[in-house]
């Protein structure tokens, strides 16, 4: 069955700081990848999604790129600020059977940032 | 549009009592899932459902039922709470919308934060 793995928390960094947070996944065929942001008392929005091989998803400074040979897409951002602290999700979408419904989700990491 | 709305925000309940979480969304969405959320586990899916009628299981459907009766509304149903159901539950609804969006991009709802004793 398809997974999700990423790198276990928490995350502490110092404002502008660079981060990286790993995930790999494994899935048939070939899937949509996303990473979920959940906010302090809030639920899950998106952050980006990356649909194929070599795309690159982007938004709010944040990006990631979607490795097919690596079976990774691993998030980063240059410049992090105390407004990022939340809990990231990597997760996939079957993206074949008309399931794209269905995510598989990582266990989420947390990112504190410090000022 | 508000969005996916949940109530109750925050629930105790003792076990064996029965419960009903309620889920709707506003955008005319297809597609509406249930998942819970335990610490070092991210999210696991409940049920879903793909139109009004249509339900299914997910990943952890056992003490939980679902309905849905209306493209709006998708209950979550818990017949005999136990300590193990414990955790925060999160509604989710995706569709095509008429406005780009995608059925992979899940909206979430605030989420209920349900503790059985």
């Known amino acids: 069955g398809n997974s999700v793995t990423q790198m276990e928390g928490p995350v502490t960094l110092s404002e502008e700081a660079f981060l990286t947070i790993n995930c790999t996944y494994t899935?048939?065929?070939?899937?949509?990848l996303f990473w979920y942001v959940q906010y302090p008392g809030e639920g899950l929005q998106l952050l980006l999604k990356a649909t194929k091989a070599d795309d690159k998803g982007s938004n709010k400074g944040f990006e990631a790129t979607y490795r097919k040979e690596t079976t990774s897409f691993h998030l980063e951002k240059g410049s992090v600020q105390v407004s990022d602290s939340a809990v990231y999700f990597c997760a996939l979408s079957p993206n074949s059977g008309g399931s794209n419904y269905k995510l598989t989700f990582g266990k989420g990491t947390l990112l504190t940032v410090n000022p | 549009n508000a969005g996916v709305t949940q109530t109750p925000k925050f629930q105790v309940l003792k076990t064996g009592q029965s419960m009903t979480l309620q889920c709707a969304q506003d955008m005319n969405h297809e597609y509406m899932s249930w998942y819970r959320q335990d610490p070092g586990m991210g999210l696991r899916l409940i049920h879903y459902?793909?139109?009004?009628?249509?339900?299914d299981q997910g990943e952890v459907p056992n003490g939980y039922n679902v309905s849905r009766s209306t493209t709006e509304d998708f209950p979550l149903r818990l017949l005999s709470a136990a300590p193990s159901q414990t955790s925060v539950y999160f509604c989710a609804s995706s569709g095509w919308g008429g406005s780009g969006l995608t059925t992979d991009t899940q909206y979430f709802g605030p989420g209920t934060r349900l503790t059985v004793l």
């Open positions: 459902s793909v139109g009004a009628g249509i339900t």
């Open positions: 899935a048939t065929g070939y899937p949509s």
